[in-house]
């Protein structure tokens, strides 16, 4: 692409024109997809299972209590299984 008549300065217009005018455009496609976001999360509907929670009986919550001391380190696995099988037996 050549511009034979054209001074620098007209030049330097032509591109500052261009790259503002791509910068505009993308600056309101962030704005626009920020925005949709945002609305698009006040009309997330949550699913039925996440609504409806099951209390948890006495011996499932020992035996969560448990598993995060295994996990800590401060169970072994056998006495783990020891343990879950004694909550069971009653």
């Known amino acids: 692409m050549q ?3 054209v001074s620098s300065d007209e030049l330097s217009g032509i591109y ?3 790259i503002l ?5 993308a600056v309101m496609g ?6 949709s976001r945002k609305h ?7 699913p ?3 609504k409806e929670e099951v209390p948890l009986s006495d011996a499932e919550k020992r035996v969560i209590e448990l598993s995060k001391l295994v ?3 401060l169970l072994r ?3 783990f299984e020891i343990l879950k099988r004694a909550k069971k037996a009653p």
């Open 71 to 73: 996990k800590s380190g």
């Open 48 to 50: 039925a299972s996440a």
């Open 3 to 5: 511009a034979k008549d």
């Open 21 to 25: 005018f791509v910068s505009v455009f």
């Open 16 to 18: 500052t024109e261009a």
């Open 40 to 46: 698009a999360r006040n009309y997330v509907k949550e």
């Open 30 to 35: 962030v704005v626009s997809f920020v925005i």
């Open 77 to 79: 696995e056998d006495e």
